[in-house]
């Protein structure tokens, strides 16, 4: 990171001791460059331009979502091959905004259960009003409209992990309803 200044750490996550990770990012606020390094022997890491996502494990695989050149795309770090890929414009009937190859939802948050499910927070098509994108254990994906809990955009939205299949999510900025994904079902906690 020399030509990028002093490296600032953003985040350690994982599974500790064999699949601990650290986000982190070069000093120079304009071109930060961050970067997802697993910390566990080998030296399996992913360098983004403009932002990164997650990680997210399911099983011993590693996924991150970044924003790089060519675009939008989730990047498998670590563990065996699985199919997850983000749904396209196309695929999700975007009539305007992202129609190519390019995502439908660009992720905000993402994260994974225990059991397995992958979850990332976005807009659908560039619009206002937020989404979850959802793959299922066996990699089938899906969108889920949250307008009808979230009225606001999903910039700043974090994920957590429960227990099971089950995983919490809470929007950015004031908007303070959070919502529980579980066994497949998103619902929102009373508030408080």
């Not at 939008?72 to 091959?81: A, C």
């Not at 959802?134 to 307008?147: A, P």
Request: glycine share 16%; proline share 6%; aromatic share 6%.
């Amino acid at each position: 990171m020399s030509g990028l200044g002093k490296g600032l750490l953003i985040s350690v996550g994982g599974r500790a001791p064999d699949l601990l990770a650290a986000v982190y990012t070069g000093g120079k606020g304009r071109i930060a460059q961050p970067i997802f390094q697993l910390l566990t022997g080998k030296k399996e890491s992913v360098e983004g331009i403009t932002w990164m996502r997650g990680p997210a494990r399911v099983g011993e695989t590693v996924f991150v979502a970044t924003e790089m050149v060519p675009g939008p795309q989730m990047i498998l770090v670590h563990g065996p091959r699985l199919e997850r890929h983000l749904i396209t414009g196309t695929e999700a009937g975007c009539q305007s905004g992202r129609v190519t190859s390019e995502p439908a939802v660009i992720p905000e948050a993402l994260e994974s259960t225990p059991a397995g499910t992958m979850i990332s927070l976005g807009r659908l098509c560039e619009k206002p009003g937020d989404v979850a994108e959802v793959w299922e254990k066996d990699g089938k994906t899906r969108i889920v409209d949250l307008g009808r809990w979230w009225k606001h955009g999903s910039y700043g939205s974090w994920l957590l992990k429960g227990e099971g299949d089950e995983l919490f999510a809470c929007p950015g900025g004031w908007n303070a309803v959070i919502l529980r994904y579980e066994d497949g079902e998103l619902s929102a906690l009373p508030d408080l």
